[in-house]
């Protein structure tokens, strides 16, 4: 079974700090990494999307990377803002492409202004 | 353009009754997942519909069913609550089956007393 695993569970920074946030997965054989953003309470906003032959994503100040041979992605965001404060999800799908996502239980970043 | 929209947004339910939660998918997608968060956790799978059929199911007891409508939008059910059903209910929707991006609403909050 799929196991998917976040570390740290929380962390804060100071506003303006580059940071990583952890994500690794068990079995290898996957179609997909997804990262997402919940604020509380709230839904899932997509972030970023690897598919499995790719290496990384970048959008705005965020670039996801994927290493599906040891089972590990980074989520990196850069200059930090008090707005990107929320719980970080990444998921997996199966090899067979199908739309059942394995969750992590999150990072929950504070950005400290 | 409309997001995935669910509803109702909040609800409370006393243990053993039922409760049918809605979602409507982004204009053009055909394909309807939904996912129960418990507080704390990562979101967790629990039925994807795709034309109409059901492609997948997590592993949940047989209380829980749904169902996807001509238009695609879809209904979950779940009968006799238990304590434990106390979650946020997302629905997902994608374009096809299987090829990737999934996009959340804002999910039901469900109480259970």
């Known amino acids: 079974k799929q196991e998917v695993t976040q570390i740290p569970a929380a962390l804060s920074v100071p506003e303006g700090e580059n940071l990583v946030l952890n994500c690794s997965f068990t079995?290898?054989?996957?179609?997909?990494l997804q990262w997402f953003r919940q604020d509380p309470g709230k839904g899932l906003t997509s972030l970023l999307l690897i598919q499995s032959s790719q290496r990384e994503q970048t959008s705005g100040r965020l670039n996801a990377s994927l290493d599906k041979s040891s089972g590990r992605s980074t989520l990196y965001i850069a200059a930090s803002q008090p707005g990107d404060s929320a719980t970080y999800l990444c998921a997996v799908s199966k090899q067979t492409g199908a739309n059942n996502l394995f969750f992590g239980t999150g990072t929950r970043l504070t950005v400290i202004p | 353009d409309a997001g995935v929209t669910q509803s109702p947004t909040h609800l409370i339910k006393t243990r053993g009754q039922q409760v049918t939660l809605r979602c409507s998918p982004i204009?053009?997608?055909?394909?309807v997942s939904w996912y129960q968060q418990v507080l704390g956790q990562g979101p967790q799978f629990i039925f994807q519909?795709?034309?109409?059929?059901e492609r997948g199911r997590g592993n949940f007891p047989d209380r829980f069913s749904a169902r996807q409508f001509p238009n695609y939008s879809s209904e979950l059910n779940v009968n006799a609550l238990l304590l434990g059903d106390s979650a946020l209910y997302l629905c997902?929707?994608?374009?096809?089956w299987g090829t990737g991006e999934l996009f959340f609403g804002e999910g039901s909050r469900l109480t259970v007393l």
């Open positions: 997902a929707s994608s374009l096809l």
């Open positions: 204009s053009g997608h055909k394909s």
């Open positions: 079995d290898s054989a996957i179609y997909n």
């Open positions: 519909y795709y034309e109409k059929e």
